[in-house]
């Protein structure tokens, strides 16, 4: 299984949550113990040693929060 | 270690207004995106609607024009035939081009104007507030259709897609849908299609997208991609509707 790695700009996400539906490997949640910048609570990712690179998350994005690399 | 996903340099660093969860923002880097991809974003000219898509001219990182509501199209010839060398595309909601601007869609693809243009359909007016659009379906609630839009008060909603698709100007039409990575890969896919035909000079192409509204739908953004699939699918058929090898 390929590996990845996503990093969100947390600071310009706006917390519709679409990119924790399409996770094949379920590993992104919304942060409710944090507030951004825009009052939102943030995307964010734990487990990154479970991503696989598929960058669905990126896809789905609206705001262009995630960027996605594969190794 | 390499990069596969990052932010287009088709669009500007300004952060959009739109809500949480509107896809306009997917659609606007699929846009982006494709210009870089052809090359085509120093050479690009956008014409911006009114709408919640009026600020475009913010966020793509080409020239940009605006236009008056539903004019886009006829902004976008005068540029075209005074600037033939410039890629030209409108980037329209479903109020601007499937009601006001009517006449204007029509007729730039009667002429077979060598534009492209971009339709977003989220079967609502976004930026008033909710009220019916000519797109919204039968039963859809809005704040001007509160019990539902009815056939007998309001007709059937309009398919856009295959009306342009009966004109011979037209080149190019497909419908395309961004509710899933897959749909989102595939409405990229068209959107490169689309452009294309105006950069051989084939002529006017179109891409209806079908898109969510949250806010106005009063759901949230994962339940507004289920009801996109749900209900506007089966009435809006995802496709191709027409080529330029079948429009000849």
């Known amino acids: 299984m390929a590996k990845g790695r996503v990093e969100f700009k947390e600071d310009i996400c706006k917390g519709c949550e679409l990119c924790t539906t399409v996770c094949p490997v379920d590993i992104i949640f919304m ?5 951004n910048k ?4 943030p995307a964010t990712v734990v487990e990154m040693d479970k991503c696989i690179g598929c960058a669905n998350c990126a896809m789905v994005c609206p705001d262009l929060v995630i960027t996605v690399e594969r190794f | 270690m390499a990069v596969i996903f990052e932010r287009t340099k088709g669009l500007t660093e300004v952060e959009t207004h739109y809500c949480p969860g509107c896809t306009h923002g997917i659609i606007h880097r699929l846009v982006g995106e494709a210009m870089v991809e052809l090359g085509i974003l120093d050479n690009a000219i956008g014409v ?5 898509s009026v600020f475009a001219y913010e966020y793509f990182n080409c020239d940009m024009h605006e236009a008056a509501h539903g004019r886009a199209p006829a902004v976008a010839t005068g540029i075209k035939r ?7 595309f409108t980037y329209q ?11 204007e869609i029509v007729h730039a693809a009667h002429r077979g104007e060598k534009i492209s243009t ?14 019916m659009a000519p797109t919204t379906l039968i039963g859809q609630k809005t704040t001007t259709s509160p019990q539902g839009r009815t056939v007998e008060h309001s007709g059937m909603p309009i398919r856009m897609s295959e009306l342009l698709a009966t004109i011979d100007g037209a080149k190019f039409v497909e419908r395309v849908a961004v509710n899933t ?9 068209a959107i490169i299609e689309a452009f294309k035909v105006q950069l051989e000079g084939k002529g006017f192409g179109i891409v209806e997208v079908l898109s969510t509204c949250p806010t106005n739908w009063g759901m949230t953004a994962p339940e507004s991609m289920k009801w996109l699939a749900d209900n506007m699918i089966p009435y809006y058929p995802l496709g191709n509707f ?7």
């Open chain 2, 118 to 131: 971009i339709f977003v359909n989220n079967a609502i007016y976004g930026m008033t507030g909710g009220q």
């Open chain 1, 38 to 41: 825009k009052g939102y609570h």
């Open chain 1, 31 to 35: 942060d409710k113990t944090r507030i």
């Open chain 2, 82 to 88: 005074v600037h033939p060398d410039n890629f030209v």
């Open chain 2, 242 to 248: 027409r080529r330029p090898e079948e429009a000849e």
């Open chain 2, 48 to 52: 911006a609607p009114v709408g919640c």
């Open chain 2, 93 to 103: 909601g479903d109020g601007d081009l499937a009601s006001i601007g009517t006449a």
């Open chain 2, 181 to 189: 990575p897959g749909n989102i890969r595939k409405a990229k896919r």
